[in-house]
Nanobody, 116 residues
Framework: QVQLVESGGDLVQPGGSLRLSCAAS????????MTWYRQAPGKERESVAT????????NYADSVKGRSTISRDNAKNTVYLQMNSLKPEDTAMYYC?????????WGRGTQVTVSS
């Protein structure tokens, strides 16, 4: 079965950096695009960054563009989200997701809190 397990979330001060990871299993990872979403308390879930199956194309939300980098290691079945210059408004639960055979799968998320 498809499993996505996020890690790397933490409490960090404004201006700090974090690298989130999402370990995938149960499907042929190298064949599928991956996306990071986030959801802050009281807000809708929003797409943060997407990467194609080969990593040749990436797309970012305006809110993180220039501060974040999505990447993947198909040998390790893992997708990453490097976030720099973190702001309090980046505080959210971060999820990775993919669509496999018309079914969308989500991980359980990893919490990022940006606060002094």
């Amino acid at each position: 079965q498809v499993q996505l397990v996020e890690s790397g979330g933490d409490l960090v001060q404004p201006g700090g950096s974090l690298r989130l990871s999402c370990a995938a299993s149960g499907f042929t990872f190298r064949n599928y695009a991956m996306t990071w979403y986030r959801q802050a308390p009281g807000k809708e879930r929003e797409s943060v960054a997407t990467i194609t199956n080969t990593g040749g194309y990436t797309n970012y939300a305006d809110s993180v563009k220039g501060r974040s980098t999505i990447s993947r290691d198909n040998a390790k079945n893992t997708v990453y989200l490097q976030m720099n210059s973190l702001k309090p408004e980046d505080t959210a639960m971060y999820y990775c997701t993919t669509m496999v055979e018309r079914t969308r799968y989500w991980g359980r998320g990893t919490q990022v809190t940006v606060s002094s």
